[in-house]
């Protein structure tokens, strides 16, 4: 149902948009845990879909590394820049030069320009983006066949588009439409959803890894055994983390690093608590060695289907566990809670 709404509502904002002066919607992709299938949240479940962004014709996307200081949570900008399409071998309206279109008509389309309606200093804006795509949204919520069977508001957010749609039975969906450029072709998107987690300018783009995340569970869906416990395994630890100092992403690294190195015919239904020990083990080793890599920097084990930048395959890992590291009180205080987190 998400994913068949977000497909009809971007083929109607396209449709009535102007081809040559915004961003080109891209087909939307699946990421997040409920996609993944390992949601702790069933009840409450948030529909994750990211849209990648491709300049138009006329504007290229240079993207810039900011600073490499938060590694693995590194920052990049997108930088708009015109380039000349006056060798188009059928120009028409649609296709003017920005670069050398004449005055009358660049100030005909200047409020249409990309670099005015997304961009700030001639950055691509995530905020500006953001606002862009709800307005879209209520202009085309009509055009779509969803809309005689739900009810739909756009909610406030400032990175992304959040949706709740509510059907005359009272079902109620979430959705929630980020936004991302990718590094070359690869699974590695910048994406909008860094701004409501980091004090980070609107010009600021977060690395994410969501989609190569996706497509790792989707590539085990594939090899594992029938009934394979990994993912109710992750779902478990995802809930009873709540309250300590462990991240879901935490475990779910983990159990990516456990799902590469365990045999995957150990995932059966009757392993069930060994491969629980298993995680917990991990876990303890991880913090008493204060280090546990990130799954995707440096790692041979990630599947080839996964496709990575060769800086990001090549890299040194990079330690998850570094702030802990780095200060021996919060180690300590990790390890105990590591055992309170085993009574549970």
């Given at each position: 149902?998400?994913?068949?709404?977000?497909?009809?509502?971007?083929?109607?904002?396209?449709?009535?948009?102007?081809?040559?002066?915004?961003?080109?919607?891209?087909?939307?992709?699946?990421?997040?845990?409920?996609?993944?299938?390992?949601?702790?949240?069933?009840?409450?479940?948030?529909?994750?879909?990211?849209?990648?962004?491709?300049?138009?014709?006329?504007?290229?996307?240079?993207?810039?590394?900011?600073?490499?200081?938060?590694?693995?949570?590194?920052?990049?900008?997108?930088?708009?820049?015109?380039?000349?399409?006056?060798?188009?071998?059928?120009?028409?309206?649609?296709?003017?030069?920005?670069?050398?279109?004449?005055?009358?008509?660049?100030?005909?389309?200047?409020?249409?320009?990309?670099?005015?309606?997304?961009?700030?200093?001639?950055?691509?804006?995530?905020?500006?983006?953001?606002?862009?795509?709800?307005?879209?949204?209520?202009?085309a919520w009509v055009l779509v066949p969803q809309s005689?069977?739900?009810?739909?508001?756009?909610?406030?957010?400032?990175?992304?588009?959040?949706?709740?749609?509510?059907?005359?039975?009272?079902?109620?969906?979430?959705?929630?439409?980020?936004?991302?450029?990718?590094?070359?072709?690869?699974?590695?998107?910048?994406?909008?959803?860094?701004?409501?987690?980091?004090?980070?300018?609107?010009?600021?783009?977060?690395?994410?890894?969501?989609?190569?995340?996706?497509?790792?569970?989707?590539?085990?869906?594939?090899?594992?055994?029938?009934?394979?416990?990994?993912?109710?395994?992750?779902?478990?630890?995802?809930?009873?983390?709540?309250?300590?100092?462990?991240?879901?992403?935490?475990?779910?690294?983990?159990?990516?690093?456990?799902?590469?190195?365990i045999p995957l015919s150990g995932w059966c239904r009757?392993h069930f608590l060994l491969r629980l020990m298993d995680?917990?083990?991990?876990?303890?080793?991880?913090?008493?060695?204060?280090?546990?890599?990130?799954?995707?920097?440096?790692?041979?084990?990630?599947?080839?289907?996964?496709?990575?930048?060769?800086?990001?395959?090549?890299?040194?890992?990079?330690?998850?566990?570094?702030?802990?590291?780095?200060?021996?009180?919060?180690?300590?205080?990790?390890?105990?809670?590591?055992?309170?987190?085993?009574?549970?």
């Amino acid at each position: 149902v998400v994913n068949d709404l977000v497909d009809d509502l971007l083929c109607a904002i396209r449709e009535h948009l102007p081809k040559s002066f915004y961003a080109v919607l891209q087909t939307a992709m699946k990421v997040g845990s409920v996609f993944e299938g390992w949601d702790p949240h069933e009840d409450d479940a948030v529909y994750q879909m990211l849209v990648p962004l491709k300049p138009p014709c006329g504007y290229t996307f240079h993207l810039e590394l900011g600073s490499t200081e938060d590694i693995p949570e590194r920052n990049f900008s997108v930088r708009v820049q015109l380039e000349c399409t006056c060798t188009t071998e059928q120009p028409s309206k649609e296709r003017l030069c920005h670069l050398h279109n004449p005055e009358k008509n660049l100030c005909r389309n200047e409020h249409l320009s990309l670099l005015n309606t997304l961009c700030t200093r001639s950055y691509l804006d995530i905020h500006k983006t953001a606002l862009w795509f709800q307005k879209q949204v209520r202009s085309a919520w009509v055009l779509v066949p969803q809309s005689h069977h739900y009810n739909m508001v756009v909610l406030p957010s400032s990175c992304s588009c959040k949706l709740r749609l509510t059907s005359s039975s009272m079902r109620s969906l979430l959705v929630e439409v980020l936004f991302g450029v990718q590094q070359g072709d690869s699974d590695i998107f910048l994406s909008s959803q860094s701004s409501e987690t980091a004090f980070n300018p609107s010009t600021m783009w977060l690395e994410s890894y969501a989609v190569a995340e996706f497509k790792f569970f989707r590539n085990m869906a594939l090899r594992v055994p029938y009934n394979s416990i990994h993912l109710k395994c992750l779902q478990i630890f995802a809930r009873i983390v709540v309250g300590t100092c462990y991240s879901t992403y935490t475990m779910k690294t983990i159990v990516m690093h456990l799902l590469t190195t365990i045999p995957l015919s150990g995932w059966c239904r009757r392993h069930f608590l060994l491969r629980l020990m298993d995680i917990m083990g991990c876990l303890c080793c991880c913090l008493e060695n204060a280090r546990l890599n990130h799954f995707f920097f440096g790692n041979e084990n990630v599947p080839e289907e996964i496709i990575l930048p060769p800086a990001l395959r090549t890299a040194k890992p990079f330690n998850l566990f570094q702030h802990i590291e780095e200060d021996p009180d919060t180690q300590a205080e990790a390890l105990g809670q590591y055992h309170f987190l085993l009574e549970r």
